[in-house]
């Protein structure tokens, strides 16, 4: 007797769970997990920022605080401070009202939320093009998964070139030029995932340039505000021009990694429109879909990121916290640098010598490194990461970044 369930085939493991669950199985006391994309302390623990655990004591104690329901678009306190975060306290389109914001799930529950209602309201018959959105080429993995699923078609862009591992972009200006007219761009705001390489502010100029000439909508999805270079300001520069050269748009926004609530949630998702007739038309159909999707947010995160953004002491405190964490990585940057380039002379995967390790920002970067010696960190070092040679810088610290440099230096050499 068949089951209704009978031809479900076994879906293939996750890769980065497969990657941790083997490094937790692994009993080499000198393993190093380069895989996950979570920050971790100098002695390679979990941190949880001193900001967090002031505003989380102060919501705990009090006991005014009840769980009803929030609103269906999330905690207005944190929804709009969230917004003015990543456009800016002086934001016209905030002033102007053509700005809709409302909680998800996380950064994936923006991005998920986001695709969903554009494959339901975004008007690709009047522009004549597919259910398609265009996706930077390599992205982070997951893009494609939550895309596919909601029935838009993700489609490759030139982004990397893997010779200079460095941005390709002419591949994208080219790409760019050739768009259809009203299609869909995922566009990564800072820290690029998974190859930490990013436009200048000048090469962004030139992109929302073209963005208008081809009446292209930006996808923006932005998991690294503040994280990237320690400065909240610089990290949402591409967004703010974006915005000011009123091109649309809409912005996926999480609390993961600047505000250490991986397990919490948090995010935003953030519409801008073209004016505010257009701005209520989607507030109140966001509001039908969200209502569909889970009724109403949580509401421990978004309370949490609330008593940072909307209070001086706790937001000051944060930024140092974020320029703690952004700096820790930066260092690891400079030191892995130096023991490669200067003090091993290992060679180079593209022969121009490492300084792509330091010209990359954000948690991850691209080694250059290929499978095989990616295979080789795993099997004879014990140094687990991705085939595709990206790294956590998060997971190097004091301890260990010379043995990963020296290891990774062995699997080229021999």
Same mark, same amino acid.
């Given at each position: ?193 998974? %190859?930490?390489?990013?436009? =200048?502010?000048?090469?962004?100029? &030139?992109? +929302?340039? #073209? ?6 909508? $930006? ?59 257009? %701005?209520?038309?989607?507030? =109140?159909?966001?509001?039908?879909? &969200?209502? +569909?999707? #889970? ?6 995160? $978004? ?74 960190? #795993? ?36």
């Amino acid at each position: 007797m068949p089951t209704p369930f009978a031809n479900v085939p076994l879906a293939p493991p996750d890769s980065i769970f497969k990657l941790t669950a083997a490094f937790k199985q692994d009993s080499n006391p000198s393993k190093v997990n380069l895989g996950v994309g979570a920050y971790r302390d100098d002695t390679g623990k979990p941190w949880i920022l001193p900001s967090i655990k002031k505003v989380k004591s102060d919501y705990l104690t009090n006991e005014t605080i009840d769980h009803e329901y929030l609103p269906i678009l999330g905690l207005p306190e944190y929804t709009q401070s969230a917004a003015k975060l990543i456009l800016g306290d002086s934001s016209k389109a905030i002033s102007d009202k053509r700005v809709v914001s409302a909680q998800t799930i996380s950064g994936t529950g923006a991005n998920h939320s986001a695709a969903a209602f554009l494959a339901k309201h975004y008007d690709f018959t009047s522009f004549g093009i597919k259910k398609q959105i265009y996706v930077s080429s390599p992205t982070w993995a997951n893009h494609h998964s939550i895309f596919a699923n909601v029935g838009l078609e993700p489609v490759n862009y030139p982004y990397y070139d893997k010779n200079t591992i460095g941005l390709d972009f002419d591949g994208l200006v080219n790409a760019l030029k050739q768009a259809p007219k009203g299609s869909i761009w995922l566009l990564h705001a800072c820290a690029h995932n998974p %190859t930490g390489v990013d436009p =200048t502010l000048e090469q962004w100029k &030139q992109i +929302a340039q #073209i963005f208008q000439e081809r009446q292209l909508f $930006a996808f923006f999805d932005c998991a690294y505000q503040g994280f990237a270079s320690g400065d909240l300001n610089k990290d949402a520069a591409a967004v703010r021009y974006f915005v000011e050269q009123n091109i649309p748009l809409l912005i996926c926004q999480s609390f993961a990694k600047n505000a250490g609530l991986y397990g919490e949630r948090t995010g935003a998702l953030h519409f801008v429109g073209k004016d505010a007739d257009e %701005t209520e038309r989607l507030r =109140t159909q966001y509001s039908v879909f &969200q209502r +569909a999707e #889970i009724s109403n947010p949580p509401a421990f995160g $978004a309370r949490l990121v609330s008593a940072l953004l909307n209070d001086k002491s706790n937001f000051s405190q944060w930024e140092k916290d974020i320029k703690t964490m952004a700096d820790r990585i930066i260092k690891m940057r400079e030191i892995l640098f130096d023991q490669l380039n200067n003090k091993l002379k290992t060679p180079s995967p593209n022969g121009n010598g490492w300084g792509h390790i330091t010209s990359q920002i954000g948690m991850f970067s691209f080694t250059g490194l290929n499978p095989e010696q990616c295979q080789k960190l #795993i099997d004879k070092h014990h140094i687990y990461l991705t085939a595709n040679g990206r790294i956590s810088m998060a997971g190097l610290n004091s301890s260990n970044v010379e043995y990963v440099a020296k290891s990774i230096d062995d699997v080229i050499k021999n």
